[in-house]
Nanobody
């Protein structure tokens, strides 16, 4: 079964940078319609950070525009979140999301469709 595996979180000082990665693993091949990053700060609801569709169209929440980018490598089934000029208010658990998944578990299997998948989350802490 497909899994979204995140990496790259950690502790960074304000003004610094981090790059998160999320790879779809456990399958032979996959295509994903939309990939994105969400975050949940302490005491707050989960919010959208950035999305990228299969054609490269991106969408960012206002608070990260000009600081974050969301490149995607379809060949590697991977989406990244490049975070620059980090602020303490960016501190949160960041979750990878995939919508519209079509994947094959082997070279001989038929396609499996899933509407949505979430990663396990990775902590990002920005110190002032």
């Amino acid at each position: 079964q497909v899994q979204l595996v995140e990496s790259g979180g950690g502790l960074v000082q304000a003004g610094g940078s981090l790059r998160l990665s999320c790879v779809a693993s456990g399958i032979f091949s996959i295509s994903i319609n939309v990939m994105g990053w969400y975050r949940r700060a302490p005491g707050k609801q989960r919010e959208l950070v950035a999305l990228i569709s299969s054609d490269g169209t991106t969408n960012y929440t206002d608070s990260v525009k000009g600081r974050f980018t969301i490149p995607r490598d379809n060949a590697k089934s991977t989406v990244y979140l490049q975070m620059n000029s980090l602020k303490p208010e960016d501190t949160a658990v960041y979750y990878c999301n995939a919508e519209g998944l079509t994947y094959y578990t082997s070279a001989y299997s038929g396609p499996t469709y899933e509407y949505e998948k979430w990663g396990q989350g990775t902590q990002v802490t920005v110190s002032s």
